[in-house]
């Protein structure tokens, strides 16, 4: 049973405009979700991440957005880069459980020049 | 933030040896983790290293197919014994900084291909 989904398994943006990367869960425990960027050869990158008491969290081009009722979080990256492309990942932790991140497939993003 | 390194980056293995794979962290850490990415999977941890102690598993991982050592705050070693094909995969070392909120680092990753 996969508990963090990111159904699109890719996504191609054009240099300038906005990136939007989707992860649903269906674990209400969670209490904290992160996203991570990862280029290939290197391990994960942490990118920013939000509280399941926040419904927006924004970092400079990133922003989160947490929608508790319909279980989805997105992130939108404005303007998108082409040093953006990368594979994201959606990952979630359950409350009183520090040590564990439940984790997407991943997306992978395309920002074309 | 935090450093890390891992040793081998990537190894081609025979069936049925063994490899050891070695993360290094720039400063001393309580909790550090090894990951497993599968071709075409995401993430999974297979445990949790804390100094001084025996690793702590998760659910479908063994201390003797994985083994590992943690002899102080910036060390950790993995193995991968006794490899199948289906042991091939980016294995990831990886340190949580706050404690709090799951906010992970991770080295480069040892990607190993088991003929």
């Known amino acids: 049973d996969q508990q963090v989904k990111q159904n699109s398994p890719s996504l191609s943006v054009q240099e300038g405009r906005i990136s939007i990367l989707n992860c649903d869960y269906t674990n209400s425990m969670f209490d904290y979700f992160l996203w991570y960027k990862k280029y290939p050869a290197e391990g994960p990158t942490f990118l920013i991440s939000i509280s399941s008491i926040k419904d927006k969290n924004e970092d400079g081009r990133f922003t989160v957005f947490l929608n508790k009722s319909a279980k989805h979080l997105s992130l939108h990256i404005v303007p998108s880069q082409p040093g953006d492309s990368a594979v994201y990942f959606c990952?979630?932790?359950?409350?009183?459980?520090?040590?564990?991140?439940?984790w997407g497939l991943g997306t992978s993003l395309a920002v074309n020049p | 933030s935090a450093v890390i390194s891992q040793k081998p980056s990537r190894d081609i293995c025979q069936r049925g040896t063994s490899l050891t794979i070695q993360c290094q962290v720039d400063s001393q850490v309580t909790m550090m983790f090894w990951y497993r990415q599968q071709p075409g999977q995401s993430l999974t941890l297979i445990a949790t290293a804390n100094q001084g102690s025996e690793a702590t598993y998760e659910s479908g991982f063994v201390i003797d197919k994985f083994p590992i050592s943690r002899p102080n705050l910036t060390f950790s070693t993995l193995t991968v014994s006794n490899m199948s094909p289906e042991d091939s995969s980016i294995y990831l070392c990886?340190?949580?900084?706050?404690?709090?909120?799951?906010?992970?680092?991770f080295g480069e990753g040892s990607r190993l291909t088991v003929l």
């Open positions: 990952a979630a932790k359950r409350a009183g459980n520090n040590r564990k991140l439940i």
């Open positions: 990886s340190v949580d900084v706050t404690g709090i909120t799951g906010e992970l680092f």
